[in-house]
């Protein structure tokens, strides 16, 4: 079993599209991420809920809303996308309560906007 | 200021050789961790190692062990007898306490190549 799912695996879509990226983690984790990838490989936080609430929301542009139904999930859904949108994006979870606590992340959606 | 610096952006080694990838991090938290992972060419963020700031001694999984210096705040990652299948980046990471737990900031990894 996967412990962290994220689908689609990859998605190329036109400038200007609404995706979604679904995210599920059976873990049993109270808290999930969305990270970002760039082309140079840097890896950045954008997201992070803990037990369903909105703890960082980095200065991301307000066309990516996560959605977390529950605990287990926690979708990214891109509007109007934009061709600097294109990289790779990581769901992640793990439990928060101390800092040594593992990140566990998903296989990643490569994302390719043109 | 950056949170985590990774000071090589490649290096090559002999396999069967050992190898040591530097990682630098910046924090006034008395309580944190630090990680390193490995994304091979596939792409996936495989974890490797764990060291918190309290532990007193070196964490060691296997071939990997993390050569920490508080002091110098350093978290360098050894990779013992080296082999083709980790030729990868590694990211080294750091989760802090407090409001700071829940991300891990990324220094801006390190390209291994194990030559034949």
């Known amino acids: 079993d996967t412990a962290v799912s994220q689908t689609p695996k990859y998605l190329v879509t036109q400038m200007g599209n609404d995706k979604s990226i679904k995210c599920e983690q059976n873990l049993g984790h109270d808290t999930m991420y969305w990270y970002k990838q760039d082309s140079k490989k840097f890896l950045k936080i954008m997201f992070s809920?803990?037990?369903?609430?909105?703890?960082i929301n980095e200065t991301v542009p307000n066309r990516f809303s996560p959605k977390s139904p529950d605990k287990a999930h926690l979708n990214l859904h891109i509007n109007s996308l934009e061709l600097g949108d294109s990289a790779v994006y990581f769901c992640a979870s793990s439990q928060v309560d101390l800092a040594g606590n593992t990140i566990y992340f998903g296989e990643g959606s490569w994302l390719t906007v043109v | 200021a950056q949170k985590i610096t990774q000071t090589q952006p490649g290096m090559f080694v002999q396999e069967k050789e050992a190898v040591t990838l530097d990682c630098t991090y910046d924090t006034s938290d008395p309580s944190y961790g630090l990680f390193w992972y490995k994304q091979p060419s596939s792409g996936e963020m495989i974890f490797l190692i764990y060291q918190g700031s309290y532990d007193q001694q070196n964490a060691t999984e296997g071939r990997y062990s993390l050569n920490f210096q508080k002091a110098r705040k350093s978290a360098n990652l050894v990779i013992s007898a080296s082999q083709l299948g980790d030729s990868a980046m590694y990211f080294c990471a750091m989760r802090e306490s407090g409001a700071g737990s829940y991300q891990l900031t990324f220094g801006k990894g390190t390209k291994l190549s194990v030559i034949p």
């Open positions: 809920y803990n037990n369903k609430e909105l703890i």
